[in-house]
């Protein structure tokens, strides 16, 4: 057997089968309902903040063009508010969350987003999130998941803690699942 056809079966050899493959995925599907289910069962340990902030960004999202809502919150009041408002304005990027950053901008200014909390009725798409990460706001709490909106709307499959993660120069808090179900029945209309 020549050098190449060694090597060649060698590494062959040390490729995984179907078998070992088929077990590292069925490992990690169980790995994310265990996760999922933990996540659950944290949601009932959620800040009664939480619930009555996003209920706000719920009612935002109730008066939008489609309904995505947003709010931030600082030293627990309100300071800025928004609602996805693409639609009449034939803006793409009037998201709630980008309404509510240009709102906040506007009237309070940079300096009042940095260490913020936004409450969202969805999770932030890729572009809401770049621009939550480059406000530095400290906090993000989002109701239904990308992967929950994805099952009613055309979604950018990434989460929001993906796109963190390639910021380590603002670090961020996220919890999310906060009133997922209602935010959910906001599509159903």
């Known amino acids: 057997m020549a050098y190449h056809e060694r090597c060649m079966s060698s590494s062959l050899a040390s490729l995984p089968s179907r078998r070992t493959?088929?077990?590292m995925l069925v490992s990690a599907a169980t790995l994310s309902a265990q996760y999922a289910a933990g996540r659950a069962e944290a949601a009932d340990d959620r800040p009664l903040d939480?619930?009555?902030f996003m209920r706000l960004a719920l009612e935002e999202a109730r008066q939008g063009?489609?309904?995505?809502?947003?709010?931030?919150?600082?030293?627990g009041r309100v300071i800025a508010k928004g609602r996805?408002?693409?639609?009449?304005?034939?803006?793409?990027?009037?998201?709630?969350?980008?309404?509510a950053i240009r709102n906040c901008l506007a009237e309070q200014g940079r300096a009042a987003l940095q260490g913020s909390t936004l409450?969202?009725?969805?999770?932030p798409c890729a572009m809401c999130m770049g621009a939550i990460l480059w406000c530095r706001i400290g906090r993000l709490v989002f109701a239904a998941?990308?992967?929950?909106l994805a099952t009613k709307i055309d979604q950018i499959a990434l989460s929001s803690a993906?796109?963190?993660t390639k910021a380590p120069f603002a670090p961020i808090t996220i919890t999310g699942g906060v009133l997922a179900g209602e935010a959910m029945q906001l599509f159903a209309k």
């Open 119 to 123: 409450y969202t009725s969805g999770e």
């Open 84 to 99: 996805n408002v693409g639609r009449t304005t034939g803006d793409p990027t009037a998201h709630g969350e980008m309404v």
């Open 162 to 164: 993906e796109v963190a």
């Open 50 to 52: 939480d619930e009555r």
């Open 145 to 148: 998941s990308v992967q929950e």
């Open 65 to 75: 063009d489609f309904p995505f809502g947003a709010v931030i919150v600082r030293d």
């Open 21 to 23: 493959v088929f077990g």
